[in-house]
């Protein structure tokens, strides 16, 4: 059996702080080629998200009937998880909904949290169904307000940010905190580059942005979108929603993106034994897309890398290949004396190459596989 990547800290989700941290324009920051390891307790602006404002009358039953999560009808206290979907059910977005605390309570107002090179096309893709909804779009300009996360034990302090909320895509991912203009957030911990939170959440297997959840190609549940509490499957009709149920009542999910760790095929060099991330690794990385397979077999192939730093990344895996995980009514195609390869051929301005990689399955995903099962019970 493959090692289960065992959550960083704790397995317990700790409870959202109402008091957002405080802010202040000093700080340390640590940086090197590769991002060190990440701290227990810390805090990275993240560049590569940006805002969407939605305000208005009509702002909740619009939002209503074009994301996966349900929407309160009431005001919100703090953010969520979410997606777009397309009509046939692929990924548009992958996105956190935050309460707009500017906003008028008669007049609801949302900042929608999106990747960076995707928000003047989520703004497009609300303005296609605005219709007579009464409603306000615009995009955020950058510097006017910046996302960040933050964790670790040390609880933020005081209330001067915008709005923020709980990440609970996988457990201990901290916080998600908005705040205003430049300024830097306080009682968080050292202040690191946005690459230690990427590597932190890559390797507790959560993809972010149209760079690992593939636009118009990617499904929520292969993307893990429901396991990480992005869908409420008892909620009405929105665009997408017709295979994405279908999907989950089926309950045969075949792909899942992954944390991967890669390895040279040099010398004596051996699969892992656990998930480990070496920061002064030199490895050059495979470009998304490239195919995975068998070291010692052609033929069908066994998932598709997608991002990685250092030794770390994330691929979309075929479960019954890639790991143990034995589907509903099927047996497992898994043997741990199996090695997975990852090559790709040159290009302009880009050499060939071939890495060893392998699979880890979090030791999340079963915890709420199981609770999916309730729900459909």
Request: net charge positive; proline share 6%.
């Amino acid at each position: 059996m493959p090692p289960r990547t065992s959550s960083l800290f704790s397995e317990s989700l700790y409870h959202y702080r109402r008091a957002l941290p405080r802010l202040s324009r000093s700080h340390t920051t640590i940086s090197s080629p590769n991002p060190p390891v990440p701290l227990h307790t810390a805090c990275a602006q993240l560049p590569t998200r940006r805002l969407v404002s939605l305000r208005g009358h009509d702002a909740s039953r619009f939002l209503q009937g074009l994301t996966t999560q349900n929407i309160p009808s009431q005001y919100m206290r703090s953010c969520f998880y979410s997606a777009f979907l397309n009509a046939s059910g692929r990924v548009l977005h992958d996105v956190f909904i935050y309460p707009d605390a500017d906003a008028e309570r008669e007049e609801p107002g949302f900042l929608i949290e999106v990747d960076a090179n995707e928000v003047e096309a989520l703004a497009r893709h609300l303005k296609r169904y605005k219709l007579r909804a009464k409603v306000g779009i615009r995009v955020i300009d950058e510097g006017e307000l910046s996302i960040w996360a933050t964790w670790g034990k040390q609880s933020p302090s005081g209330a001067d940010s915008r709005t923020g909320g709980l990440d609970q895509r996988a457990p201990d991912m901290g916080e998600r905190v908005i705040v205003s203009g430049d300024r830097k957030l306080e009682g968080s911990g050292t202040q690191v580059e946005g690459g230690s939170y990427d590597i932190r959440r890559m390797m507790m297997g959560v993809a972010e942005g149209q760079g690992e959840i593939l636009k118009e190609s990617a499904l929520p549940q292969e993307s893990n979108i429901d396991f990480m509490g992005g869908i409420d499957f008892r909620k009405g009709c929105y665009v997408g929603q017709e295979l994405t149920i279908r999907t989950h009542h089926t309950g045969v999910v075949r792909k899942r993106i992954l944390p991967v760790q890669i390895y040279p095929t040099e010398g004596d060099s051996k699969p892992p034994d656990g998930l480990r991330y070496d920061a002064n690794m030199k490895i050059r990385l495979p470009p998304r897309g490239a195919n995975i397979s068998r070291v010692d077999k052609k033929g069908r192939s066994a998932g598709k890398w997608l991002s990685g730093m250092g030794n770390i990344g994330l691929a979309l895996c075929r479960l019954e290949i890639m790991t143990d995980t034995v589907l509903t009514g099927e047996g497992s195609q898994w043997s741990p004396e199996h090695e997975f390869k990852v090559a790709w051929e040159p290009e302009e301005g880009r050499e060939g190459g071939e890495v060893r990689v392998k699979a880890f399955v979090p030791s999340w995903h079963q915890s709420r596989a199981e609770g999916q099962k309730l729900h459909r019970s």
